[in-house]
C-alpha cells in the first residue's frame, strides 16, 4: 500500500469547491505531518502552494490565492486541499508530499478537471 | 532573483553515466538541504535524493542505491547529481529542489535509450 493515496481524477464546476484528499497509509497518524501541496501545469516544473500541519502551522506559498487552502480529516487520516471559486485556470495536476521514515514521499497526483 | 537552475541532461546509452549540476542564485545554498526529485514522462513525481546543509548525510530512494551519488560545492553555491548504469526507467525530467521550503527549478530531461 502507498504511503500517500490521492484519487486520479476529480471534475467540478467552474465557481464551485474542490477537495483534493491526500489518504496516509495506515498506521501513519496524519496528525504527526506537515503536508505540502503543489499544483503542476503541462510542461511546467510544480509550483508550491502551501504547507499545512494545523491551523496554527502552516504557510501559503508567495502569491498563491487565499481561495487555495489547506486543512485535515483526522476521521480520514488525510490531508485536504481545498479550492475555492474554481477557475479554468485551476486545471492542473495537484501533488502531496510528505516528510516520512528519512524520505520525502509524493502522493501520485490528482487531475483536476474545471468544466 | 532566487532561483535554481539545472544542466547536464541528455541522451545517454543504457548503463551509462551522466553528471546533473543545479546552479543557485539570489540563494545561499550552505543553509539548506538539498533535493533531485524526477517525473517519468507522463508519470508522478519521485524524489530521488537528499543532502545534508554540509554533505554529511545524504538519503536516496531504494532505486537508485549504488548507482546515483548527491554531492554540493557550497563554494561553488551548487549541487550534483551523479548517475552511474543509467536504465531506461530513469529516463525522466530532473528537477533541483529545496522541498522543506520549496524552491525548484525548471528541471533537466534525461533521455536513457539505445
Known amino acids: 500500500q502507498a504511503v500517500l493515496t490521492q484519487p486520479s481524477s476529480l471534475s467540478a464546476s467552474p465557481g464551485a469547491s474542490a477537495s483534493l484528499t491526500c489518504t496516509l497509509r495506515s498506521g501513519i497518524n496524519v496528525g504527526t505531518y506537515r503536508i505540502y501541496w503543489y499544483q503542476q501545469k503541462p510542461g511546467s516544473p510544480p509550483q508550491y502552494l502551501l504547507k499545512y500541519n494545523s491551523d496554527s502551522d502552516k504557510q501559503q506559498g508567495s502569491g498563491v490565492p487565499s481561495r487555495f487552502s489547506g486543512s485535515k480529516d483526522a476521521s480520514a487520516n488525510a490531508g485536504i486541499l481545498l479550492i475555492s471559486g474554481l477557475q479554468s485556470e485551476d486545471e492542473a495536476d495537484y501533488y502531496c508530499m510528505i516528510w516520512h521514515n528519512s524520505a520525502w514521499v509524493f502522493g501520485g497526483g490528482t487531475k483536476l478537471t474545471v468544466l | 532573483e532566487v532561483q535554481l537552475v539545472e544542466s547536464g541532461g541528455g541522451l545517454v546509452q543504457p548503463a551509462g553515466s551522466l553528471r546533473l549540476s543545479c546552479a543557485a542564485s539570489g540563494l545561499t545554498l550552505s ?84
Request: aromatic share 12%; charged share 25%.
Open chain 2, 31 to 114: 543553509r539548506y538541504w538539498m533535493s533531485w526529485v524526477r517525473q517519468a514522462p507522463g508519470k508522478g513525481l519521485e524524489w530521488v535524493a537528499t543532502v545534508k546543509e554540509d554533505g554529511s548525510e545524504r538519503l536516496y530512494v531504494d532505486s537508485v542505491k549504488g548507482r546515483f551519488t548527491i554531492s554540493r560545492d557550497n563554494a561553488k553555491n551548487s549541487l550534483y547529481l551523479q548517475m552511474n548504469s543509467l536504465r531506461a526507467e530513469d529516463t525522466a525530467v530532473y528537477y533541483c529542489a529545496r522541498l522543506g521550503d520549496p524552491l525548484w527549478g525548471q528541471g533537466t530531461l534525461v533521455t536513457v535509450s539505445s
